[in-house]
């Protein structure tokens, strides 16, 4: 997966990069910190979400920071990382992780940085996108 889509000085987060751009190192449940805000996040959440959500994905000017000022990091869509997936089961290299939840959310524990989801290698979703890590040269 992750050398399909590899290209010069460009790839996806690892999850601990991911993790670290959502919270700096600090243990907090959202990218913004603890406490759960509908206006940090683009998220349906029933009819407790951000009222935009509706909408689909991003939406200029919305979305809570992270300590590094990074936008979108719950809600909005989720994010693939080129870790494989790995649970209690063991890994398995036709998976892998997307953090960050989206507007599709409907649970605000599913928004929280901890939090991950499998998605296969060959598959596509709506909700799902991504971020780059640019190394440097």
């Known amino acids: 997966f992750s050398t399909v889509y590899d290209?010069?000085?460009?790839?996806?987060?690892?999850?601990?990069?991911?993790?670290?751009?959502?919270?700096?190192?600090?243990?907090?449940?959202?990218p913004?910190?603890?406490t759960w805000d509908p206006n940090r996040a683009i998220a349906k959440l029933g009819n407790n979400g951000s009222p935009i959500a509706t909408k689909g994905a991003a939406v200029e000017g919305l979305?809570?920071?992270?300590?590094?000022?990074?936008?979108?990091?719950?809600?909005?869509?989720?994010?693939?990382?080129s870790d494989?997936?790995?649970?209690?089961?063991?890994?398995?290299?036709s998976l892998r992780p997307v953090k960050g939840g989206s507007y599709a959310t409907f649970q605000t524990v599913q928004?929280?940085?901890?939090?991950?989801?499998?998605?296969?290698?060959?598959?596509?979703?709506?909700?799902?996108?991504f971020r780059v890590v640019i190394d440097p040269r």
């Open 111 to 129: 928004l929280q940085v901890s939090e991950k989801f499998k998605l296969g290698v060959s598959q596509s979703n709506p909700t799902v996108g």
């Open 32 to 34: 913004w910190g603890d």
């Open 63 to 81: 979305g809570g920071a992270s300590p590094f000022g990074i936008l979108h990091m719950a809600g909005n869509v989720a994010e693939w990382v």
């Open 7 to 30: 290209c010069d000085g460009y790839r996806l987060p690892t999850e601990a990069e991911w993790m670290q751009a959502a919270t700096k190192g600090k243990k907090q449940a959202y």
């Open 84 to 93: 494989v997936w790995e649970d209690e089961e063991g890994k398995d290299p």
